[in-house]
């Protein structure tokens, strides 16, 4: 009985050292576990251990080192994209502020990764996503505008300008982005020093749509406002050129055909634009 009681305190100041840092010492460690212990175990014994749940109640104020501090963080921004790599439509980011209490709530909804859910779903959880998270923004950059900001720049620094307009606008302790550039910590000091708050912790992240709810939720709201985009585009043209990406053979079809007759729906920076101009020039000039 006392070995299995020791190892499960043992387990208990584990758990706390994960979520306290500061309390990896010996002697402060097992003080606190001890505490801590006694009294859940005294909980237990008026069948309150079910109202409260230390684990339960540990994920939801993360502590997190930051120049030499310990900070509590009761929120996060998560921050996605929907729509980098296609020729037509806009490119849509967008950031959302979870309170880390409500983290519960978007997985009890199903939030995941927008790219595992079907359309339906996602147009299902777009509402009730920004009912529970804090705060949200969401920004569309047009093809145009696409356009004429790749005369400066490239597009993972388009991402990060408009980032950091989102970071800026909502504002928060912590932020993690899905990161688009193949230097995680560069891409994340870029942002953070244009930040109005330098105090601002920036994780950038591979693949975080998978691994962070927060920016699930924002991966969601992202590409269901590029969707729609997409359908209001249509309707407007009264014309249908698929999903805009080129690997959708009707994307291709119609670029090929109209790819100098809508300016407003394609990226002409695009290699897969210039290069259905220059078969259209070079079949121009064979017919000459």
């Known amino acids: 009985m006392y ?8 387990s208990f100041r584990i758990r706390l050292i ?10 402060t460690g097992y003080f ?5 212990f006694l009294i859940r175990k005294c909980f237990s014994l008026v069948k309150l251990s079910t109202v ?4 339960r109640y540990l994920e939801k104020w993360r502590v997190y080192k930051c120049s030499g501090f310990i900070v509590f963080v009761s929120g996060i921004i998560g921050i996605d994209e929907a729509g980098r790599g296609p020729v037509i439509g806009p490119l849509v980011l967008c950031g959302v502020l979870v309170e880390l ?7 009890s909804l199903g ?8 359309t339906q779903r996602r147009e299902e959880l777009f509402e009730p996503i920004k009912t529970v998270v804090k705060n949200y923004k969401i920004v569309s950059v047009s093809a145009q ?3 004429a900001l790749m005369q400066h720049i490239n597009l993972n620094m388009i991402e ?18 899905d990161c688009p550039s193949a230097n995680l910590n560069a891409y994340a000091s870029v942002i953070k020093a244009k930040l109005n708050n330098k105090k601002i912790e920036v994780i950038a992240q591979f693949k975080a749509d998978e691994k962070y709810l927060s920016v699930g939720a924002a991966s969601i709201l992202a590409k269901v406002t590029r969707d729609r985009a997409i359908q209001a585009l249509k309707e407007k043209y009264d014309v249908d050129f698929g999903s805009g990406y080129m690997s959708d053979v009707v994307t291709q079809k119609f670029l090929g055909e109209n790819y100098d007759k809508y300016p407003e729906l394609f990226r002409t920076c695009w290699i897969s634009w210039q290069n259905a101009k220059a078969k259209k020039m070079q079949k121009m000039l064979g017919e000459f």
């Open 3 to 10: 070995i299995t009681r020791f190892t499960e305190l043992w």
């Open 18 to 27: 994960k979520y306290f840092p500061f309390l990896a010492t010996f002697r």
């Open 32 to 36: 606190v576990a001890l505490t801590l």
């Open 52 to 55: 409260i749940d230390w684990h």
């Open 101 to 107: 209490a409500k983290e519960e709530e978007l997985r």
């Open 111 to 118: 939030v995941k990764d927008s790219k595992l859910l079907s």
């Open 145 to 147: 505008e696409i356009d």
């Open 160 to 177: 990060a300008q408009k980032s950091i307009e989102i970071i800026n606008s909502l504002d928060c302790d912590k932020v993690i982005l």
